[in-house]
């Protein structure tokens, strides 16, 4: 799918294929995470400690039992240290329970309190980002990547802790029972973090790699389910949609089996060395038992140790690794969370209240990246005026209404509203004064008032009764299954588009806005819809000053004026009827849309 020109300026740092922050401040953010648990935190630390502790005892008690009951033929030793050793596998295993629950339970809020992060987050950001940023690679940060990172950053790294505190107990219990062992297993230890080091810096890049591929296929995934009635409506296209997935899923798996590669070298070496350190104690301890300097059941206990040393040696090695792909996905979520809206209140904004709703555009550039829609342009929207804004597609027309709405920023010039410049107005202000109907009409998986109270979440049963009275939708209302109350699906597909819009437009309508932009807001109605919403209209629109964005010119008769854009520029103004005596451009469009019938029209007026 093509980028709009914009959205470089939105797309994060490992997107274009570097970290944007480093392994440290990640692992920091994240921890800071957790840190919020504080009670459950300390349950799970004590929990893991008497595990640990526990495991590092039961060795040495088999020394004992070894030394001092078996080889000694002392039965009243070997039933002491017997029970011993179930005493503690059976408080281990206790301990193990509550560490579990609440590693469980840590994980889940971990991942309940980074999505309702983002979601909040993804509320704030601005319709600039969404506008340029795919829907799946933003879908698959809410799943896939917080899945990823929510497992690793608690598990993985209060495991990381308890294994290295695992370590250190057993290299103390290890050189507590024979140092000149200990030495000579840690011959080892130069291998071990040579491979560590390599494979990890592969690993990570390789992971980055999977999380991007991941995001692409959730974007397709999102786009062939949207659009799943255009594309089986055409079998040719059907047949692209599946090459299509068929090469992005291709790009998963291979970028999965890269990753895959460079981690299935890390536990064969691991066990490689683990082996060498083996040997070298079978041989070196054999002659250390043989001289009188160690005991079999100190040989034993201290193989016992090594094994706890290189358990979770091996583990935090494999961890570290698979951590990478928890760290891609980190950076991508940190990436959106941290994310700047191009659209910021001022810390002085005020509300606003419009009165007059006189509209201003100054001196204003705006450009996608390098690519420019206006430069130097000016416009004049009186009070109360209807004004239509006609043109081919990319003159300009949807970015003027959003930038009147503040949903972009001139980055030159400013937008006045009654004098105000917006960029000076609370947004939540101006938003609660304003009303956008879309060419798509979006609709909630609730009723259908519901979906019309969404506009003003206080309006009672009895203004949006009379809201849809004024716009004479009762009949359309009345063939709805159960009327008001008929449940919307999701996106409004069990409704027709012209009725989905229906709703839209009571939504706006509902609100009572001082300013109204219609982007081609009838152009998805049938004819007999279109003609009951235009009569309308025109009595629910005065004293309201409204931007009519119009690609079906039938609409640009309700226009007080009509403006033509081409290339970011007014070419020509006027009324309709006015537009078609003067036979300019608007004339032209006119006639290539009502073909005959505006030749007609202009015959009459002209």
Same mark, same amino acid.
């Given at each position: 799918?093509?980028?709009?020109p914009?959205i470089h300026?939105?797309m994060?740092?490992e ?5 944007r922050e480093s392994?440290i ?12 648990y504080?009670l459950?935190?300390?349950?799970l630390?004590i929990s893991a ?14 020394r004992?039992?070894i030394d001092?009951?078996i080889m000694?033929?002392?039965v009243?030793?070997?039933?002491r ?5 179930a005493?503690?596998a059976?408080?281990?295993w ?7 629950y ?11 309190d980074l ?8 509320v ?14 933003i879908?698959?940060r ?7 990172v929510?497992?690793?950053a608690?598990?993985?790294?209060l495991?990381?802790?308890?294994n290295?505190?695992?370590i ?7 050189t507590s ?6 030495l000579?297993? !840690?011959?080892m230890m130069?291998l /071990?973090?040579?491979?560590?080091i #390599?494979?990890?810096e592969?690993?990570? *890049? &390789?992971? $980055?790699v999977v999380?991007?591929?991941?995001g ?6 999102e786009e062939s ?5 255009e594309?089986?409506s055409y079998?040719e296209r ?14 998963v798996m291979q970028a999965n ?5 460079v ?8 066990n490689?060395?683990r082996g060498?350190?083996?040997?070298i104690?079978?041989v070196?301890g054999?002659y250390l ?20 040393f !290189?358990?979770?040696?091996?583990? /935090?090695?494999l961890?570290?690794? #698979?951590?990478?792909?928890a760290l891609? *996905? &980190?950076? $991508?979520?940190f ?7 191009s659209v910021?209140e ?5 509300d606003i209240e419009?009165?007059k709703?006189r509209?201003?555009?100054e001196?204003v550039y705006?450009?996608y990246?390098d690519t420019p829609v206006?430069e130097d342009f ?6 109360g ?8 597609t990319?003159a ?10 503040r949903l972009?920023?001139?980055q030159?010039?400013?937008v006045?509203?009654d004098?105000?410049?917006v960029r000076r107005v609370?947004i939540?202000?101006?938003?609660r004064?304003t009303a956008l109907?879309p060419q798509e009409p979006i609709l909630?998986?609730?009723?259908v008032?519901?979906?019309?109270r969404?506009?003003?979440q206080d309006?009672?049963d009895?203004?949006i ?11 359309l209302?009345e063939?709805l299954p159960?009327?008001l109350?008929t449940?919307v699906?999701?996106g409004?597909v069990?409704?027709?588009v012209?009725?989905?819009q ?7 309508l ?8 219609l ?6 109605v049938?004819?007999?819809?279109e ?5 309308a209209?025109?009595k629910?629109?005065e ?5 009519i964005i119009?690609h079906?010119?039938s609409?640009?008769?309700?226009a007080d004026?009509v403006i033509?854009l081409?290339?970011?520029r007014?070419?020509e103004?006027g009324?309709h009827?006015e537009?078609?005596?003067k036979?300019?451009?608007?004339a ?7 073909g005959?019938?505006a030749?007609?029209?202009?015959t009459?007026?002209?």
């Amino acid at each position: 799918m093509a980028h709009p020109p914009h959205i470089h300026r939105y797309m994060t740092m490992e997107e274009k294929g570097r970290p944007r922050e480093s392994t440290i401040k990640l692992i920091r953010r994240l921890l800071s995470f957790i840190a919020r648990y504080k009670l459950r935190v300390a349950i799970l630390l004590i929990s893991a400690s008497l595990s640990i502790i526990l495991n590092l005892y039961a060795p040495y008690i088999g020394r004992l039992l070894i030394d001092q009951g078996i080889m000694a033929a002392n039965v009243d030793n070997m039933v002491r240290y017997g029970v011993l050793l179930a005493s503690i596998a059976l408080a281990g295993w206790c301990a193990g329970v509550f560490r579990f629950y609440m590693l469980s339970w840590i994980t889940q809020r971990l991942l309940y309190d980074l999505r309702k992060l983002m979601f909040e987050k993804s509320v704030h950001l601005d319709y600039g980002y969404f506008s340029s940023v795919e829907p799946g690679q933003i879908i698959s940060r809410f799943t896939n990547d917080i899945d990823t990172v929510g497992e690793t950053a608690t598990s993985g790294l209060l495991d990381t802790l308890f294994n290295s505190l695992t370590i250190i107990g057993a290299i103390v219990a290890m050189t507590s029972i024979n140092w000149k062992l200990t030495l000579a297993a !840690f011959f080892m230890m130069p291998l /071990i973090v040579l491979t560590v080091i #390599t494979i990890a810096e592969k690993s990570r *890049a &390789a992971y $980055r790699v999977v999380r991007s591929k991941v995001g692409e296929l959730t974007s397709k995934v999102e786009e062939s389910v949207s659009g799943i009635r255009e594309a089986q409506s055409y079998s040719e296209r059907r047949r692209v949609d599946i090459e299509s997935f068929s090469r992005i899923g291709l790009e998963v798996m291979q970028a999965n089996i890269r990753a895959t590669k460079v981690i299935g070298l890390m536990n064969p070496l691991m066990n490689l060395i683990r082996g060498g350190a083996i040997a070298i104690i079978i041989v070196y301890g054999g002659y250390l038992v043989s001289t009188g300097e160690a005991t079999i059941g100190s040989l034993i206990a201290f193989y016992s140790y090594l094994e706890m040393f !290189f358990g979770p040696v091996t583990m /935090i090695a494999l961890f570290y690794n #698979t951590f990478q792909s928890a760290l891609a *996905a &980190a950076e $991508r979520i940190f990436g959106f969370i941290d994310a700047k809206p191009s659209v910021v209140e001022a810390s002085d904004a005020v509300d606003i209240e419009i009165e007059k709703g006189r509209i201003s555009l100054e001196n204003v550039y705006f450009s996608y990246s390098d690519t420019p829609v206006f430069e130097d342009f000016n416009l004049e929207i009186k009070p109360g005026e209807i004004l239509a804004v006609v043109g081919p597609t990319g003159a300009g027309k949807t970015t003027l209404a959003n930038l009147i709405l503040r949903l972009y920023d001139p980055q030159k010039g400013i937008v006045t509203i009654d004098g105000v410049d917006v960029r000076r107005v609370r947004i939540q202000s101006l938003r609660r004064q304003t009303a956008l109907v879309p060419q798509e009409p979006i609709l909630f998986e609730d009723t259908v008032i519901g979906n019309i109270r969404y506009g003003k979440q206080d309006a009672s049963d009895e203004e949006i009764a009379e809201a849809i009275r004024m716009l004479g939708l009762e009949e359309l209302i009345e063939r709805l299954p159960e009327g008001l109350n008929t449940r919307v699906t999701e996106g409004g597909v069990n409704l027709s588009v012209g009725q989905r819009q229906l709703i839209n437009i009571a939504r706006a309508l509902i609100r009572n806005p001082k300013i109204v932009v219609l982007d081609e807001a009838t152009s998805s109605v049938d004819p007999y819809t279109e003609s009951l919403l235009q009569r309308a209209l025109k009595k629910l629109l005065e004293g309201r000053t409204c931007i009519i964005i119009a690609h079906r010119l039938s609409t640009t008769f309700l226009a007080d004026r009509v403006i033509v854009l081409d290339k970011g520029r007014i070419v020509e103004e006027g009324s309709h009827i006015e537009l078609l005596r003067k036979g300019g451009v608007y004339a032209k469009l006119y006639e290539a849309q009502l073909g005959e019938a505006a030749k007609a029209i202009r015959t009459v007026i002209g």
